[in-house]
């Protein structure tokens, strides 16, 4: 997260229905609505023997985020879970099962070629050095095999927000009369330290290393400049000082979780993308709708607009009250080039990003891809992380064509399915059932008007997302995070990490102070325009009683907070915690669960919520260092090879040994860093 990020405030006035209250209503009722997804499991299964798979190719490759890319493997080698849940861990050390180990990969401030020096362990690393140079604080992640190879790839990795007191040698340089920084240099270090890592990473001796001065390396940083396309491209609203023409953005932010398209690229979401601007004189209603703030961007980057070193009002653009004549001459509309899924081809080093604005505008967590289907749209889930806030999902106009996958201009590939299409937003029915509400002018909100009444353009809609969203009725969700799609069944599931705010009064419903959160999912109607949902499995601690714990965890399971969440293509669903709930903090660091959804059936084949009969099939796999929280995930096609990302760690790592604990009395400059699990012997992770 972002607990150092993350936003508490409730921006959803809309006084739609709650989700907490059609919980209560429904968690009476969930034995009702199993068969959908057992079916769909079925039928998948009975097919299965007529699936090819083709490891050498690429569109079989793309690790990371639960794609169902590749066909599902024939049933006989439908994975078990081959170990045993490990106990909770409080410890400077990342922790994994016997016969697995865990190593430092890619840690904040590995140098990606010769312009940069080795990271220095005293913060007196320079903003160039950055520039050069792994991001900080990892997340979502993505691994793209070069040459259809388990031993040698890109991994596109997230990198969410900073820590200055880790950045700097002394943390940000604050003048104490003024309150205002005032070190240009450490300034942009915090901007370069932000965006997308794409680095090749290699095993050599049976060792994975970065490949430094490869030239697949690059950083995307807040200030890389990228394309606008969609609905927004060239907008009025898009138009800047640096951009008169409304086509270009310079940057992306507090990127997050992140998904893998079928064609190759990679998707980094802007989540808490709105604290990076301000504007101190009226707010548009969009702005208030999302949250935007009113006095600064929130490490002070305006406070160096003017410098005599700016350069291209690299600072200045952070606040964005108007100031001039027109939208030309300042940057009224910097902060609308923000906000979206942003798509990146690893494989062209030389391309430029696209954000994709027909995707929306809001806190985007992960972007997950639908079952593909040839001939049928492609379908990307997405969820809205802040309290009382909506799933969304998108849906191409172009229809899916397999051919797509091994084509070379990606980005080509990106204009033809997300430039185009319709998006949607949720409403779950209490009665195990949904709704999904287009997002367009026509469509009718809740008064029976067209939402044109309220937006002139579908520029408009996609600028004020969640406030379109308000007025057709959608549910306000408990933070929605990451989705992932079972590739054996095609079910999708989306955490949901908490939402403590709650004060509807619902003495009946047990979850109704949503502390530790839960993971929903549902199954599509064939038309895609309605669904059935149910809950799959509620954080709990262990000794949270009848009334909290409804999965029945136990010491060996306890979690709270869910927010990675990623199938692998084998149907292991893993499960990432980014926790702040003392009852489990207590128990055990975040952690990451694997648990195998498509097993879970009952006598008759319909599937299965967790429960106290059978939640030892969920299995604590990892638990990360003090303070860290895990998110990110992406994996080789062989599953031999697991990279996971260990974010905002307290004090570690110790050593190149990820499960080395920091001497006690001994302090370290704490950096995230993208891990490396392996079998201690080799062999697929989890089996
Ligand atoms: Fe950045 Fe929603 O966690
Ligand atoms: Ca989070
Ligand atoms: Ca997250």
């Known amino acids: 997260m972002s607990k150092a990020t993350f936003d508490p405030t409730q921006y959803n006035r809309s006084g739609n229905t709650p989700f907490e209250t059609v919980l209560e209503r429904h968690v009476q009722r969930r034995t009702l609505i199993r068969s959908g997804s057992a079916m769909a499991a079925l039928s998948i299964m009975s097919s299965l023997g007529l699936s090819a798979c083709d490891s050498n190719s690429k569109k079989n490759n793309y690790g990371g985020n639960g794609t169902p890319l590749t066909p599902t493997p024939p049933v006989t080698e439908k994975p078990v879970l081959g170990f045993q849940s490990i106990a909770g861990s409080r410890t400077d050390a990342i922790v994994v099962p016997e016969n697995y180990k865990a190593s430092i990969l890619a840690p904040w401030g590995t140098p990606l070629n010769d312009q940069a020096a080795a990271w220095k362990a005293d913060g007196t690393n320079t903003a160039q050095d950055q520039a ?79 490949v430094a001065n490869d030239p697949h390396n690059r950083r995307i940083t807040g200030a890389t400049e990228m394309d606008i396309n969609g609905p927004m491209a060239g907008h009025d609203l898009l ?15 507090n990127n997050c979780g992140s998904g893998s398209s079928p064609w190759g690229t990679f998707l980094t979401c802007e989540e808490n993308w709105p604290g990076y601007f301000a504007n101190t004189a009226e707010r548009t209603e969009d702005q208030i709708r999302i949250g935007l703030g009113t006095t600064a961007n929130q490490y002070g980057w305006n406070h160096l607009a ?93 229809n899916w064509d397999p051919a797509d996958a091994d084509r070379t201009d990606r980005l080509a590939v990106g204009d033809k399915y997300l430039n185009e299409g319709t998006l949607y937003v949720a409403r779950f029915n209490e009665d195990g059932t949904g709704v999904w509400l287009p997002l367009t002018t026509d469509s009718m909100d809740t008064d029976g008007n067209p939402l044109s009444d309220s937006f002139g353009s579908l520029a408009e809609i996609i600028l004020n997302t969640a406030g379109a969203a308000d ?89 709270a907070s869910p927010d990675g969440l990623i199938f692998d293509k084998r149907g292991i669903l893993w499960v990432q915690t980014d926790n702040g709930a003392d009852e489990v903090t207590e128990e055990t660091n975040d952690q990451m669960l694997a648990v195998i959804p498509s097993a ?27 303070d860290c929280e895990i998110t990110g995930l992406a994996y080789t096609t062989n599953n031999h090879t697991f990279f996971v990302n260990v974010q905002h760690p307290g004090n570690w790592p110790f050593s190149d040994d990820a499960q080395e604990e920091t001497p006690a009395g001994m302090t370290v400059r704490p950096r995230s860093s993208t891990v490396v699990v392996e079998k201690v012997q080799g062999g697929p992770i989890g089996e």
Not at 147 to 175: F, K, R
Not at 509 to 535: A, M, V
Not at 537 to 552: H, Q, T, W
Not at 602 to 623: C, H, K, P, Y
């Open 471 to 559: 007025e057709l009725g959608a549910t306000p969700m408990d933070r929605p995070e990451w989705g992932a799609v079972d590739p054996v069944t095609g079910s999708v599931y989306m955490t949901m990490t908490n939402n403590t705010a709650r004060t509807e009064a619902n003495a009946a419903n047990p979850r109704i102070d949503n502390k530790f959160g839960h993971i929903i999912r549902w199954d599509e109607s064939n038309d895609h325009k309605t669904f059935t949902w149910d809950i799959f499995l509620f954080g709990s601690p262990a000794d949270g009683g009848e009334a909290i714990n409804l999965s029945g965890l136990t010491d060996l399971n306890q979690f």
């Open 132 to 210: 050069n140079s792994v991001g900080m604080h990892h997340d979502g992640t993505s691994f793209y095999p070069l040459n259809g190879s388990n031993e040698d790839g890109l991994l596109c990795i997230n990198h969410e927000y900073v820590d200055q007191d880790a950045l700097h040698p002394n943390g940000a340089t604050i003048d104490t009369e003024t309150n205002r920084r005032t070190i240009l240099e450490e300034i942009r270090k915090e901007i370069y330290a932000h965006g997308v890592t794409v680095v090749r990473v290699r095993k050599v001796d049976g060792v994975w290393e970065v």
């Open 600 to 626: 879970l059936v009952d006598a008759n084949g319909d599937a299965e919520t967790i429960s106290g009969s059978n939640q030892t099939e969920l299995r604590r796999f990892l638990v990360g260092p003090n």
């Open 239 to 253: 138009k800047t000082k640096f951009s008169p023409d409304g086509t270009s953005a310079r940057g992306t932010f």
């Open 306 to 398: 003017g410098d005599e070193s700016e350069e291209n009002d690299e600072f200045g653009r952070f606040d964005v009250t108007p100031t001039a004549e027109s939208a030309l001459m300042d940057y009224r509309n910097e902060a609308n080039g923000h906000g979206y899924i942003v798509e990146i081809d690893p494989y062209s080093p030389d391309s430029r990003p696209v954000k994709r604005t027909t995707m929306g505008r809001f806190r985007h967590e992960a972007c997950e891809v639908g079952k593909l289907t040839a001939g049928k749209p492609v379908v990307f889930y997405s969820g809205h992380d802040a309290r009382g806030e909506y799933v969304y999902k998108f849906v191409s106009a172009a």
